[in-house]
Antibody, heavy 122, light 106 residues
Framework: QVQLEQSGPRLVRPSQTLSLTCAIS??????????WYWIRQSPSRGLVWLGR?????????DSAVSVSSRISVNPDTSKNQFSLHLSSVTPEDTAVYYC????????????WGQGTMVTVSS | EIVLTQSPGTLSLSPGERATLSCRAS???????LTWYQQKPGQAPRLLIY???SRATGVPDRFSGSGSGTDFTLTISRLEPEDSAVYYC????????FGQGTKVEI
């Protein structure tokens, strides 16, 4: 059974970097079939994907245009986890952040982390 | 970016009734990569239907999905009280996007 466990601070100051980690059990971050995502949810914007990383003979990454200049999604094979770093945050980045696994060949997110409510405030 | 529009915004029904939820895409979804999720308060979304019509593991058969191209439907036959939730559609024909959700009240 695949599980994702999120960790990271719940309060981030404006202009600082939001950092979250998603620990994977039951699968490998280096899987050739899975894709690892970060998604956030807020009342004003709903569910929005932010970025992803995956391994297909080499590490690949991409991100939503809206955050592309501020985001990095990094795998950590030694700990079987991946992380989100979102720089220069503003109060508009306040949201529940989820990590999720993309189900191979379907475009669906079949496993989700528990969610982390992150507030950007001074 | 493909925009998904869900309707209605809220559906109020009684146990045992049938719920029909709509998801319309701004352009045709490649490969019918259309997914439905159920989300209850304080929880992460739960995968119900992928590939427009395939039920995920453990999902009761009262949940079914249909549609293709730009018009998709999630049907919940014989509603049960635990089906109260917000339901989202999501596409991944291109980079993923989500609908705004339909709240089902029972």
């Amino acid at each position: 059974q695949v599980q994702l466990e999120q960790s990271g601070p719940r309060l981030v100051r404006p202009s600082q970097t939001l950092s979250l980690t998603c620990a994977i059990s039951g699968d490998s971050v280096s899987s050739n079939t899975a894709v690892w995502y970060w998604i956030r949810q807020s009342p004003s914007r709903g569910l929005v994907w932010l970025g992803r990383t995956y391994y297909r003979s080499r590490w690949l990454y991409d991100s939503a245009v809206s955050v592309s200049s501020r985001i990095s999604v990094n795998p950590d094979t030694s700990k079987n986890q991946f992380s989100l770093h979102l720089s220069s945050v503003t109060p508009e980045d306040t949201a529940v952040y989820y990590c999720a696994r993309g189900l191979a060949g379907t475009g669906a997110f079949d496993v989700w982390g528990q969610g982390t409510m992150v507030t950007v405030s001074s | 970016e493909i925009v998904l529009t869900q309707s209605p915004g809220t559906l109020s029904l009684s146990p045992g009734e049938r719920a029909t939820l709509s998801c319309r895409a701004s352009q045709s979804i490649r490969g019918n990569y259309l997914t439905w999720y159920q989300q209850k308060p304080g929880q992460a979304p739960r995968l119900l239907i992928y590939g427009a019509s395939s039920r995920a593991t453990g999902v009761p058969d009262r949940f079914s999905g249909s549609g293709s191209g730009t018009d998709f439907t999630l049907t919940i036959s014989r509603l049960e009280p635990e089906d109260s939730a917000v339901y989202y559609c999501q596409q991944h024909g291109t980079l993923p996007t989500f609908g705004q959700g339909t709240k089902v009240e029972i």
